[in-house]
């Protein structure tokens, strides 16, 4: 055999492994930073999201009625808070409200609340309210912005929302608490009246106020 051509066959040899080797080390170099990477983003991006924990929170309405004061609640409801930490205009919150579950403490009046005169569960079950923009006003405070929907009308309306548990910290991350308050709502704005009559005598005033405190658990 010709002695050039053994000289030449280490020399390129040499360059095809070369040639294997670098894309070699740029591959694994991709790869870890892919690695790294994918174990940074979701924890950069990913929303937080909370469950209502019913057991904990209340939703409370108090209307006049005469001289005195009605109270009320519900006692089934469920929800979701999804908290941007990063950039808290991204968070969002939705909630339902199961309109039989109403309690003022006399079933007559609950019972004459639920029937077709009133809310009329059997054709309107649900109060619902979503979320559509969110502004943070304080450290721990924000106005939430939403479509609050209850026998079959919607309407735009705000929630001053404060938040009572830290804002940082292991316990922060598992369960959070909200004093939630609004202007007074209006009945009449949603259809919310008796018939004339009953209207007439009934004394209960226009304006229903809501007292709201919601403990969420991390789900």
Do not use: C
């Not at 991204?90 to 639920?114: E, F, N, P």
Request: glycine share 6%; aromatic share 8%.
């Amino acid at each position: 055999m010709n002695s050039k051509a053994w000289r030449s066959v280490p020399g390129r040899a040499t360059r095809l492994t070369n040639k294997r080797i670098l894309p070699m080390k740029h591959m694994i170099r991709f790869s870890w930073l892919t690695l790294v990477f994918a174990a940074l983003i979701p924890n950069a991006v990913a929303n937080e999201t909370f469950k209502f924990d019913v057991s904990h929170s209340t939703i409370e309405f108090r209307v006049h009625q005469f001289l005195g004061t009605t109270t009320g609640r519900f006692s089934r409801f469920s929800g979701n808070i999804d908290i941007d930490r990063a950039h808290p205009e991204h968070s969002s919150v939705s909630a339902r409200i199961q309109v039989s579950s109403i309690d003022t403490g006399i079933k007559k009046r609950d019972d004459h609340l639920r029937s077709a005169e009133f809310f009329d569960v059997t054709k309107y079950p649900e109060i619902t309210f979503k979320s559509r923009s969110v502004k943070q006003t304080g450290p721990q405070s924000g106005d939430i912005l939403g479509d609050l929907t209850m026998y079959g009308v919607t309407k735009p309306i705000t929630l001053h929302v404060k938040l009572l548990t830290p804002m940082r910290g292991e316990a922060s991350m598992q369960r959070s608490r909200w004093e939630v308050t609004t202007d007074p709502l209006k009945r009449r704005d949603f259809g919310l009246m008796f018939g004339s009559a009953t209207e007439a005598v009934s004394g209960i005033g226009q304006e229903v106020a809501l007292r709201i405190e919601i403990e969420a658990v991390r789900s």
